[in-house]
């Protein structure tokens, strides 16, 4: 369904319904000549002497000169009192025009604070899952974030460690050891409490001034730091200058922090927040650039100056090319971002002032006593022609309303689209607003385009659907995905059909756009019940073996070893039969939320039913010995996570595993081979007092799979 650019004005988007269906059209309008012809029939009956003579002297006034002058002196005076009140309506409007644009530019700007603080609390994030990562960990996530492209603007993204003055030595060490031989906290002096610099990335030119320095020192940037621990939330600074500026080209510049702490959850009170800070993951703006990334676009009609704080030119963060000039409109607006307020001022531009003139009232006056004249000569047009073209136009009303409802009827958007993807949409109905939470209106003046709304791994099978059925000048039905409003993906079948005119040339797709999304669920869940365990969300038996087949083939071709791990819990039936069964589907629920954190992602955790799962490993080494090892130390980690208790009913439980592990390397063995191996070593584990691990040991006798 291409949508593009401009579209037409709301009388043509009404002449969808005139398109829409010519069998309505014709039964439309053969009701209104029969409705037509039987008021005439009875008219006749219910008139009066009164009614007739009253109806000629009207006609009679309309035929005289003096009323076509009197008309004129009405008429005329009216459209003076039009004319000064569409004078003040449009300075009224150029107002609410002018905070529109401002509010919406305050919008953007807030949007785009808002997406570079979650760029931070993903960065914390990443602390809470793994702990402390590496510098190269640390430089991968920023370089997946890709913010160059998706976030321009932001100088660089970091993390500041809390250092104790007692612990200042040994930190130092320890990044020297990391290979910065010349690694200090900058400034030097003993304070109580230090802060250090000691990841940012990208960690070159300006950036590498920030390393080892002491945000904590700087009352500003400590402020900030201080409520952003206190808080739990991203904080952003007031205006400092920034480490990383040079001698020439300094801009204004400001931080935001978001605070680390060592547990997963951050915590409650502000006391724990304080004992529980590790450091902050933060993020310094040069003022000039981020704003400039922001407001200073083609076709912008405001003009801009931020302040931090009271307006003022020693608060002044940004001002964009002419803010200083004497504007016909200026506001002021609070933006309150990461606990900290801005306040951006905003002066209508040169050119959105040049392009509101003032001509609309002009329009009006001459347009209006041009009118006037027209209609002054329309007084001496025959009564009989005027009452037929009042006629015709209330048929072509009551036509144009019955095809609109036809149309507003149908489940779906209806649409009408010329077969180019570039060109506009021609038609479309209300349909569409439910399907994509957008009104028809943004689409067909092209402010939305419909085709951005496709899912991007979708838009080429969409796209070869449409120029096949162009090319064959047929029909087409597809499903696809769209990304709605609301952030929810819709599932949608498009139907249509191309029109050809005369010389066979394609002229426009008619289709209906429905939504399917319940039926794609449905879909999705049948397939889910097939290769998914219903309690736990782990892998079945169907799709475990899937997976084993798939590790055998990938170490057959690079030789590297794996493991299957058979795990039984040992006390799972007593508490089972003391507990009841939701006792015990709550246990295997939190055995497997266990299992799922104490491996790698790449490995796979399976349940294979009552209280067995299965863990595959791969990737363990180049030889057995090597990957039993492996095998080993993360077999020995999950025996110590789950013979952890299990809280039951306010009361703590205790259910320890017994876990049977064999290796493999290729084809050596089959898959259903492997399972029954690591399940005699688990049964081993059970024999040796449970709460065991143990390797299956070969058995020479025993098939080869």
Same mark, same amino acid.
């Given at each position: 369904?291409?949508?593009?650019?401009?579209?037409?004005?709301?009388?043509?988007?009404?002449?969808?319904?005139?398109?829409?269906?010519?069998?309505?059209?014709?039964?439309?309008?053969?009701?209104?000549?029969?409705?037509?012809?039987?008021?005439?029939?009875?008219?006749?009956?219910? *008139? *009066?002497?009164?009614?007739?003579?009253?109806?000629?002297?009207?006609?009679? @006034?309309?035929?005289?000169?003096?009323?076509?002058?009197?008309?004129?002196?009405?008429?005329? %005076?009216?459209?003076?009192?039009?004319?000064?009140?569409?004078?003040?309506?449009?300075?009224?409007?150029?107002?609410?025009?002018?905070?529109?644009?401002?509010?919406?530019?305050?919008?953007?700007?807030?949007?785009?604070?808002?997406?570079?603080?979650?760029?931070?609390?993903?960065?914390?994030?990443?602390?809470?899952?793994?702990?402390?990562?590496?510098?190269?960990?640390?430089?991968?996530?920023?370089? $997946?974030?890709?913010?160059?492209?998706? @976030?321009?603007?932001?100088?660089?993204?970091?993390?500041?460690?809390?250092?104790?003055?007692?612990?200042?030595?040994?930190?130092?060490?320890?990044?020297?050891?990391?290979?910065?031989?010349?690694?200090?906290?900058?400034?030097?002096? !003993?304070?109580?409490?230090?802060?250090?610099?000691?990841?940012?990335?990208?960690?070159?030119?300006? !950036?590498?001034?920030?390393?080892?320095?002491?945000?904590?020192?700087?009352?500003?940037?400590?402020?900030?730091?201080?409520?952003?621990?206190?808080?739990?939330?991203? #904080?952003?600074?007031?205006?400092?200058?920034?480490?990383?500026?040079?001698?020439?080209?300094?801009?204004?510049?400001?931080?935001?922090?978001?605070?680390?702490?060592?547990?997963?959850?951050?915590?409650?009170?502000?006391?724990?927040?304080?004992?529980?800070?590790?450091?902050?993951?933060?993020?310094?703006?040069?003022?000039?650039?981020? =704003?400039?990334?922001?407001?200073?676009?083609?076709?912008?009609?405001? &003009?801009?100056?931020? +302040?931090?704080?009271?307006? #003022?030119?020693?608060?002044?963060?940004? #001002?964009?090319?002419?803010?200083?000039?004497?504007?016909?409109?200026?506001?002021? =607006?609070?933006?309150?971002?990461?606990?900290?307020?801005?306040?951006?001022?905003?002066?209508?531009?040169?050119?959105?002032?040049?392009?509101?003139?003032?001509?609309?009232?002009?329009?009006? %006056?001459?347009?209006?006593?041009?009118?006037?004249?027209?209609?002054?000569?329309?007084?001496?047009?025959?009564?009989?022609?005027?009452?037929?073209?009042?006629?015709?136009?209330?048929?072509?009303?009551?036509? @144009?309303?019955?095809?609109?409802?036809?149309?507003?009827?149908?489940?779906?958007?209806?649409?009408?689209?010329?077969?180019?993807?570039?060109?506009?949409?021609?038609?479309?109905?209300?349909?569409?607003?439910?399907?994509?939470?957008?009104?028809?209106?943004?689409? %067909?003046?092209? &402010? $939305?385009?419909?085709?951005?709304?496709?899912?991007?791994?979708?838009?080429?099978?969409?796209?070869?659907?449409?120029?096949?059925?162009?090319?064959?000048?047929?029909?087409?039905?597809?499903?696809?995905?769209?990304?709605?409003?609301?952030?929810?993906?819709?599932?949608?079948? &498009?139907?249509?059909?191309?029109?050809?005119?005369?010389?066979?040339?394609?002229?426009?797709?008619?289709?209906?756009?429905?939504?399917?999304? &319940?039926?794609?669920? #449905?879909?999705?869940?049948?397939?889910? %019940?097939?290769?998914?365990?219903?309690?736990?969300?782990?892998? !079945?038996?169907?799709?475990?073996?899937?997976?084993?087949?798939?590790?055998?083939?990938?170490?057959?071709?690079?030789?590297?070893?794996?493991?299957?791990? +058979?795990?039984?819990?040992? !006390?799972?039936?007593?508490?089972?039969?003391?507990?009841?069964?939701?006792?015990?589907?709550?246990?295997?629920?939190?055995?497997?939320?266990?299992?799922?954190?104490?491996?790698?992602?790449?490995?796979?955790?399976?349940? @294979?039913?009552?209280?067995?799962?299965?863990?595959?490993?791969?990737?363990?080494?180049?030889?057995?010995?090597?990957?039993?090892?492996?095998?080993?130390?993360?077999? *020995?980690?999950?025996?110590?996570?789950?013979?952890?208790?299990?809280?039951?009913?306010?009361?703590?439980?205790?259910?320890?595993?017994?876990?049977?592990?064999?290796?493999?390397?290729?084809?050596?063995?089959?898959?259903?081979?492997?399972?029954?191996?690591?399940?005699?070593?688990?049964?081993?584990?059970?024999?040796?007092? $449970?709460?065991?691990?143990? +390797?299956?040991?070969?058995?020479?006798?025993?098939?080869?799979?």
């Amino acid at each position: 369904m291409p949508m593009n650019r401009a579209g037409p004005d709301k009388a043509r988007r009404q002449a969808l319904v005139s398109d829409a269906s010519p069998l309505g059209g014709a039964s439309a309008a053969a009701t209104v000549h029969v409705n037509v012809e039987n008021s005439g029939h009875a008219a006749k009956p219910k *008139s *009066s002497p009164t009614l007739t003579s009253t109806g000629k002297r009207a006609s009679q @006034l309309l035929d005289r000169q003096a009323t076509a002058w009197v008309v004129l002196l009405l008429t005329v %005076l009216l459209t003076i009192g039009l004319w000064r009140h569409a004078e003040t309506q449009f300075i009224e409007r150029d107002w609410d025009n002018f905070l529109r644009v401002s509010e919406k530019q305050k919008n953007i700007l807030i949007t785009r604070m808002d997406d570079y603080e979650q760029v931070l609390r993903g960065g914390a994030a990443l602390f809470a899952a793994t702990g402390m990562p590496s510098r190269e960990q640390w430089r991968a996530y920023v370089e $997946r974030l890709e913010l160059d492209q998706t @976030l321009p603007g932001i100088l660089g993204t970091g993390v500041a460690l809390m250092v104790p003055r007692e612990s200042r030595d040994a930190h130092e060490r320890s990044i020297r050891a990391e290979g910065f031989a010349n690694y200090a906290i900058t400034p030097p002096g !003993n304070r109580d409490m230090l802060s250090s610099i000691v990841y940012i990335e990208p960690f070159t030119g300006r !950036n590498l001034r920030a390393f080892g320095y002491d945000m904590f020192s700087d009352p500003i940037r400590r402020e900030a730091m201080e409520r952003a621990r206190d808080t739990g939330q991203p #904080a952003l600074s007031k205006k400092v200058t920034l480490v990383q500026e040079t001698v020439s080209g300094v801009q204004p510049g400001f931080l935001v922090y978001a605070p680390v702490y060592n547990t997963a959850q951050p915590p409650t009170s502000i006391a724990a927040r304080r004992a529980a800070l590790i450091g902050f993951v933060y993020s310094p703006f040069r003022s000039f650039d981020l =704003m400039e990334s922001t407001f200073n676009v083609p076709g912008q009609i405001v &003009e801009v100056e931020l +302040f931090d704080g009271v307006p #003022a030119p020693e608060n002044l963060l940004y #001002a964009s090319q002419g803010a200083g000039r004497t504007a016909r409109h200026v506001t002021d =607006m609070t933006l309150d971002l990461g606990g900290h307020a801005w306040v951006a001022r905003f002066r209508s531009s040169a050119r959105l002032e040049a392009s509101r003139q003032g001509t609309q009232p002009k329009l009006i %006056l001459f347009g209006g006593l041009a009118l006037d004249l027209l209609l002054f000569s329309a007084l001496y047009m025959n009564a009989r022609h005027r009452r037929k073209m009042r006629e015709s136009t209330a048929q072509l009303e009551q036509i @144009l309303n019955s095809y609109k409802s036809l149309v507003e009827n149908i489940p779906g958007a209806v649409f009408r689209s010329p077969p180019g993807a570039d060109l506009p949409v021609l038609q479309l109905s209300n349909g569409i607003t439910p399907l994509t939470g957008e009104p028809p209106e943004r689409f %067909l003046s092209g &402010e $939305r385009a419909y085709r951005q709304l496709i899912h991007p791994d979708d838009k080429s099978q969409v796209s070869a659907a449409i120029a096949e059925a162009i090319a064959k000048q047929s029909a087409y039905s597809i499903e696809y995905r769209i990304q709605a409003r609301d952030g929810f993906t819709r599932w949608v079948n &498009e139907r249509g059909r191309v029109t050809a005119d005369p010389s066979g040339q394609a002229r426009w797709l008619d289709g209906l756009i429905f939504d399917v999304s &319940e039926r794609k669920a #449905a879909e999705i869940m049948i397939r889910d %019940l097939a290769f998914n365990d219903t309690l736990t969300g782990l892998p !079945n038996r169907r799709l475990l073996l899937d997976r084993l087949d798939h590790e055998l083939a990938l170490s057959e071709r690079t030789g590297r070893h794996g493991a299957l791990l +058979f795990i039984d819990l040992d !006390n799972f039936k007593t508490i089972n039969d003391t507990l009841g069964h939701a006792a015990g589907d709550q246990v295997l629920v939190e055995v497997s939320r266990r299992l799922v954190a104490s491996v790698r992602e790449s490995d796979t955790v399976a349940r @294979l039913g009552g209280d067995e799962f299965v863990v595959i490993l791969e990737n363990l080494g180049n030889t057995a010995d090597e990957a039993a090892a492996e095998a080993t130390e993360l077999g *020995s980690k999950i025996l110590v996570v789950l013979s952890q208790p299990y809280r039951l009913s306010e009361a703590l439980h205790n259910c320890t595993p017994s876990i049977g592990i064999t290796t493999f390397c290729g084809h050596q063995a089959s898959a259903g081979r492997l399972l029954r191996q690591a399940d005699q070593a688990m049964y081993q584990a059970k024999s040796a007092g $449970r709460r065991q691990l143990r +390797f299956h040991t070969g058995d020479p006798a025993a098939p080869a799979g």
